[in-house]
């Protein structure tokens, strides 16, 4: 070899060591980028894991407190239908009455306007069926009062008119008067737990 040949390859060999540092070097690079990116990819994985899991987390809780409402009120609306039918099983047994339990009622309730005076009006058909002593039983449960003959636009039972106040004890009213006492009642007695 000449010293041309040997320049050439003195030359070709720093090349090559040149180069294999280079790659080295890069590789070297390479490496740090690569675990760099995957240590980021890592940690935004994890960020969007925890996200995932936080959302799972509300959606399950919301859902399931969802449900729970949706139980909740459709349980509130099957008690409300129950309290509902009870309340119309109470008027209907009411209206219901034969004539002689029917007006023992009517004294009944009569007996907790003792003391008081008026007129009483009734509905129509109360009217046609008015027993003969309608009047003096009144009188005998406390309540002084004259019936009219006009009919009331009542379910059943009566309103008692003194002068410009009003009594009304039509069925109707006394249980709506009376509803929350008889929704607590069904409500112990139907849905106690």
């Keep these: 070899m000449n010293g041309k040949d040997k320049i050439l390859s003195r030359i070709m060999s720093d090349c090559d060591e040149s180069v294999k540092a280079i790659e ?3 590789e070297k690079q390479r490496g740090e980028i690569l675990a760099k990116a995957k240590l980021e990819a890592d940690k935004v994985s994890a960020e969007i894991m925890a996200k995932a ?6 959606l399950t809780a919301s859902s399931k407190s969802r449900a729970e409402l949706e139980i909740r009120n459709a349980l509130l609306k099957k008690r409300r239908e129950e309290i509902d039918k009870t309340v119309d099983m109470i008027l209907n047994y009411l209206t219901g009455l034969d004539d002689n339990g029917y007006f023992e009622f009517i004294y009944k309730i009569a007996s907790t306007l003792s003391g008081m005076s008026g007129t009483v009006y009734l509905n129509e058909k109360d009217l046609a069926r008015l027993p003969g002593d309608f009047s003096g039983r009144l009188a005998a449960a406390g309540l002084s009062a004259d019936v009219s003959r006009e009919p009331a636009d009542i379910t059943g039972g009566f309103i008692l008119k003194c002068g410009d106040v009003e009594e009304n004890m039509d069925f109707f009213a006394i249980v709506s ?15 106690a737990e």
Excluded at 53 to 58: G, L, M, V
Excluded at 177 to 191: G, M, P, Q, S, T
């Design 24 to 26: 080295a070097d890069a």
């Design 53 to 58: 899991e936080r959302k799972k987390t509300q």
């Design 177 to 191: 008067a009376k509803r929350d006492e008889l929704e607590d009642y069904i409500n112990r007695e139907l849905f």
